[in-house]
């Protein structure tokens, strides 16, 4: 979803790897899509209610979310003998799945994935989808590969080089860094032009 559910205030570092702020520095609040999309039902006990920590409160056993925000925004964690790694998915495609499994509760995973075929980022990128990605919504357990979408323009760009040939990075997915990938693509280009210089004329 393009829509961020937390309002951060502060500094939360970058996808350039930029360290964020000390906790005490940060404050979050929730976003009011976030409001209509996990707590508008939360006064209609459609959810259970637990004790807290302490046993001085209850709270909701679970959110009534409106939508499956697990599979809409994915999760990443590590725990101790166990980790998780959801992708986000498209909204409009997570509904129409929805749509599909509402009306058809007998539906294949063929079926779902006829409208919903593959995970969705935010930042963009191309999914090399194969076996290894059917895997993983068969079994849970599976992956995939994700590049980033690099743009050429048709001609060259005149900068402090006489004839510089540019390339544009149009969609950097995590966990890749633009910055770290821009040095690795100058370093190589580098190499590669000093190398054409040092090559003997036979």
């Known amino acids: 979803m393009g829509e961020p559910l937390v309002a951060g205030h502060g500094n939360f570092g970058s996808l350039d790897a930029d360290p964020p702020a000390a906790m005490r520095y940060t404050e979050c609040k929730l976003q009011p899509l976030s409001d209509a999309m996990l707590l508008a039902d939360l006064s209609e006990s459609t959810v259970a209610y637990t004790s807290t920590f302490d046993g001085s409160q209850n709270e909701p056993a679970v959110l009534p979310a409106r939508l499956p925000n697990l599979l809409l925004n994915g999760s ?104 770290l990938t821009s040095r690795r693509v100058r370093r190589s280009s580098s190499a590669r032009s000093r190398t054409a210089a040092t090559r003997p004329p036979w």
């Open 76 to 179: 990443t964690g590590i725990a101790v003998g166990m980790a998780t790694s959801i992708p986000p998915h498209n909204l409009s495609e997570l509904v129409d799945a929805l749509t599909l499994v509402a009306r058809k509760p007998g539906a294949t995973l063929q079926e779902v994935l006829a409208v919903m075929p593959a995970p969705d980022f935010p930042t963009g990128g191309t999914i090399l989808a194969g076996e290894p990605m059917l895997k993983g919504y068969h079994t849970g357990n599976g992956g995939f590969t994700l590049r980033c979408v690099v743009c050429t323009p048709g001609g060259t760009v005149r900068s402090r080089s006489p004839c510089a040939c540019h390339a544009c990075f149009a969609a950097a997915p995590p966990p890749s860094r633009p910055c």
